[in-house]
């Protein structure tokens, strides 16, 4: 065996030894709460910054959203289930913004949420509305649609700042991307998140566009309320007929005509 094959082998033994060290996001997220440090709170808002410098405006523009929020759906904060107060991290960790647990933040729900740096720059510029979405999560974290949860999110976002770029679609819905192969099937349904959700960014470009575009189909044809039934419905595919008088693919249909 040459030097020169013998380095290579080292070399991948101990880029193979660093990745298995690299925490999971979850243990991230953790250790983004122990480290940040509280910069300022406003109203129902507590604001940490890790690893970055954050515009303490951002504590008030999310504490008015989620006031905003709760007129726009009739509802109040839980405050039984959640608690008082929302604590936002924002860290030069944090790639994706979320709430506490992602797409399984219901099994254990904490009004917590990570921001990039970047979503939360443009949010005081009223470019970006992931701010306002991710704090959507928490208004209505009790969901048994996942594409009728990140839909609304994205509806109540886009309704405080209308044309702003939102999740993974950074410049807006001036324009919707193709709907990919396999997201009008789940639609409205019960179905958990695809694995290519997280694989595949065309994908999830798409995922979250159509959501959208089918929870504001079935706002403006039959109202925030009817639609917060179905939302409710612990058989939503079950519900759209029974609500809206057609079969989901049908509504998912002209949702995305």
Not at 205 to 212: D, F, G, L, R, T
């Amino acid at each position: 065996m040459t030097l020169t094959h013998v380095l290579r082998v080292l070399l991948f033994v101990f880029l193979h030894a660093c990745l298995q060290a690299q925490p999971m996001p979850q243990s991230i997220d953790a250790q983004i709460m122990r480290e940040a440090k509280l910069i300022t709170s406003s109203g129902r808002v507590d604001l940490y910054e890790h690893k970055i410098s954050v515009n303490t405006e951002l504590a008030p523009l999310s504490d008015r959203a989620i006031t905003q929020m709760e007129t726009i759906l009739g509802r109040k904060w839980d405050s039984h289930a959640l608690g008082e107060r929302i604590s936002i991290y924002v860290s030069a960790e944090t790639r994706v913004s979320h709430v506490l647990g992602g797409y399984e933040h219901q099994s254990n729900p904490k009004p917590v949420l990570f921001l990039n740096p970047l979503v939360a720059r443009m949010a005081l510029a009223g470019k970006n509305a992931t701010y306002a979405h991710e704090l959507a999560h928490l208004l209505t974290w009790r969901f048994h649609s996942h594409t009728l949860r990140e839909g609304l999110a994205d509806y109540l976002a886009l309704q405080l700042h209308p044309g702003a770029g939102v999740g993974p679609n950074r410049e807006g819905y001036a324009s919707f991307p193709p709907v990919a192969e396999g997201i009008a099937e789940i639609l409205g349904t019960a179905a958990s998140p695809p694995a290519s959700l997280t694989q595949d960014q065309a994908f999830r470009e798409s995922y979250y566009a159509s959501s959208y575009r089918l929870v504001r189909y079935l706002i403006e044809v039959g109202g925030l309320p009817k639609f917060l039934e179905l939302y409710a419905s612990r058989d939503p595919e079950a519900a759209f007929k029974q609500l809206y008088g057609q079969e989901r693919k049908a509504l998912v249909a002209a949702a995305l005509k």
